[in-house]
């Protein structure tokens, strides 16, 4: 069993920057971060394993960088220029296994998530 918290969000206006951290409690291959806002399906944001390979959703590339420590067991999510559109419940997942397409969600692991919300 792999425990996940994430910290890090808040309110931020439009245009701001929010950084994401997900203390994992063992290290694990792959770790991704996933949103979900009221009303919508969740949506893979990005994704990166041990060995440094990262993937981006479309939607923020150019303005969110994933990161991980591996010797603190530590997940990053840097948001730069936020939009109100990435208002949304953050998640952090993983896994021990390869990482894979941004719209698969069956990951063994996942924290409780941290609330992003972004205004105008």
């Known amino acids: 069993q792999v425990q996940l918290v994430e910290s890090g969000g808040g309110p931020e206006q439009a245009g701001g920057s929010l950084r994401l951290s997900c203390a994992a409690s063992?290290?694990?291959?792959?770790m991704g971060w996933f949103r979900q806002a009221p009303g919508k399906g969740r949506e893979g944001v990005a994704t990166?394993?041990?060995?440094?390979?990262?993937y981006y959703a479309d939607s923020v590339k150019g303005r969110f960088t994933i990161s991980r420590d591996t010797a603190k067991n530590t997940l990053y999510l840097q948001m730069n220029s936020l939009k109100p559109e990435d208002t949304a419940m953050y998640y952090c997942?993983?896994?021990?296994?390869?990482?894979?397409?941004?719209?698969?969600?069956?990951?063994?692991?996942w924290g409780q998530g941290t609330q992003v919300t972004v205004s105008s």
């Open positions: 990166i394993d041990s060995r440094g390979t990262t």
């Open positions: 063992r290290n694990t291959y792959c």
């Open positions: 997942a993983a896994d021990y296994v390869r990482c894979g397409s941004l719209a698969k969600f069956n990951y063994n692991f």
